[in-house]
């Protein structure tokens, strides 16, 4: 059973997850802004390094933006007093998973049976 204490606990963490994650998501944004690509024709294997630097780059921030997206939607819920209740079928989502996944949307039963092994 999660308690009131642990929710405040775990809110917390979310909201220092949120500003972590802005700031990684800013500090990637902020180095993917103006490539010169094609500035050195001498030079075609440091041109595909940057090519993939920067789709590698943009991989991670949009799986950032995800991951943010999912800790705000957690932290809405505590808003709507429904956060640790699972999205699927109401239960309570146990501590052990939101300690481990603060974002969690489901309960370990609705997790495994939308992933099957």
Do not use: W
Not at 5 to 24: M, Q
Not at 49 to 62: H, R, S, T, Y
Not at 66 to 72: A, K, S, T
Not at 95 to 111: G, H, I, N, Q, V
């Amino acid at each position: 059973m999660v308690t009131e204490e642990d929710k405040s606990e775990l809110k917390a963490k979310l909201e220092r997850a949120k500003k972590d994650i802005s700031a990684e998501i800013e500090n990637l944004s902020a180095h993917d802004g103006v490539q010169d690509f094609g500035s050195d024709v001498d030079h075609g294997d440091e041109e595909a390094d940057e090519a993939e630097e920067f789709g590698n780059q943009l991989g991670i921030v949009q799986a950032l933006k995800e991951r943010l997206n999912d800790v705000e939607h957690a932290l809405a819920k505590f808003e709507k007093g429904a956060y640790g209740i699972c999205e699927n079928c109401s239960m309570e989502i146990d501590k052990e998973l939101l300690t481990a996944a603060p974002e969690s949307r489901l309960c370990r039963d609705c997790k495994a049976a939308s992933h099957p092994a």
